[in-house]
């Protein structure tokens, strides 16, 4: 990775350069840095707990398509708020799981447990983390405090088998799953604000871990030169 120096006159575009140069080479992992390989990510699990009236679980959960990931802008702050933010963008994002569901997506009572697909098209996502220095044997190192993102996308396409878990007091219950699917997926927007929380958790995980996997093996002043 280019290090750049914040006294540059240039220092945002070289840090936007250095950063979209690293993102191929960080998405097919590194150990030294314990950042995991990306492509595709794996999670063992994404857990939605709104109260008594609704919960999700995924587990085994896969997310293709980080390799179409293209960053759009990036800022450091390094002097106040001690803040990195970042733009990125991918044309198509899927999200492939086991699910256990039991509440109300719509006002429809959904309960199940199958497989998962959630692919998104158009997806923008804008990151944002604090981090305090850390002294090391006398080296200064960034440690991420906390991440925050919010998403945004142009179409959400999703897709639950066994919902009802085969019910028979539903009656037609394949039917009544393909249903559900389908308002599902003519509300994409309104099942997208359920469902947000779950994806931008799992953003947050990814960006902390290639945050901390790299700052907390490489020393701050090797950064960021002239600091």
């Not at 990195?84 to 199940?112: A, C, M, Q």
């Not at 799992?202 to 960006?207: K, P």
Request: charged share 25%.
């Amino acid at each position: 990775m280019k290090t750049c120096s914040p006294n540059s006159v240039d220092f945002d575009e070289c840090c936007f350069q250095s950063a979209r140069e690293a993102i191929p080479s960080v998405l097919k992992g590194d150990r030294r840095y314990n950042i995991p390989e990306m492509l595709p990510l794996v999670l063992p699990s994404v857990t939605l707990d709104s109260g008594p009236d609704f919960s999700l679980v995924i587990t085994d959960l896969h997310v293709y398509g980080l390799q179409n990931i293209e960053l759009k802008n990036i800022k450091f702050d390094l002097k106040n708020k001690k803040n990195i933010g970042t733009v990125l963008f991918s044309d198509k994002f899927e999200l492939v799981g086991l699910y256990e569901i039991n509440g109300r997506i719509l006002v429809i009572p959904i309960r199940g447990k199958g497989d998962l697909n959630v692919t998104t098209v158009g997806c923008t996502v804008d990151y944002s983390t604090d981090y305090v220095l850390e002294n090391r044997d006398g080296e200064d190192y960034i440690s991420v405090t906390k991440g925050t993102s919010d998403i945004s996308m142009k179409k959400a396409y999703y897709r639950l088998t066994n919902l009802y878990n085969g019910n028979k007091e539903l009656g037609m219950e394949a039917c009544a799953s393909e249903s559900t699917n389908r308002a599902l997926n003519e509300n994409w927007e309104q099942v997208l604000d359920t469902l947000k929380p779950v994806i931008t958790e799992t953003v947050v995980r990814i960006a902390n871990a290639i945050a901390n996997g790299v700052a907390s093996q490489v020393p701050y002043k090797e950064i960021f030169k002239n600091q």
